[in-house]
């Protein structure tokens, strides 16, 4: 498994954007498939992005489909996801998620695939 810490979360303006990374320990992390996650409160951990080992396939949620990115930069054992034009109602803790996959081609979007995962990143969105 990989250590994972996320970060970039913070107050931000419906409308406006953030980038969150996740920082990942070891040197294999090429070979770990990567999402993020959200659950607000009282609520269920929901899936948002992924992202296969490689980088080359991805995978969101309708409801982010065209206003976030996630990417990663595997030199620096980090995933990023670029939220833009957030709306109120995404307001929740951010989580990110890693599992060592077959191949770099191969990702997850359900959470029960993930074995490592970081402690989470607050996301408000103020309307």
């Known amino acids: 498994q990989v250590q994972l810490v996320e970060s970039g979360g913070g107050l931000v303006q419906a409308g406006g954007s953030l980038r969150l990374s996740c920082a990942a320990s070891?040197?294999?992390?090429?070979?770990?498939?990567t999402a993020w996650f959200r659950q607000a409160p009282g609520k269920e951990r929901d899936f948002v992005a992924a992202?296969?080992?490689?980088?080359?396939?991805?995978a969101y949620a309708g409801s982010v489909k065209g206003r976030f990115t996630i990417s990663r930069d595997n030199a620096k054992n980090t995933v990023y996801l670029q939220m833009n034009t957030l709306k109120p109602e995404e307001t929740s803790v951010y989580y990110c998620a890693a599992e060592r996959a077959l191949t770099g081609t191969i990702y997850y979007t359900e959470a029960r695939h993930f074995g490592s995962w970081g402690q989470g990143t607050q996301v408000t969105v103020s309307s």
């Open positions: 992202i296969s080992g490689s980088g080359v396939n991805t």
């Open positions: 070891g040197r294999t992390f090429s070979s770990y498939a």
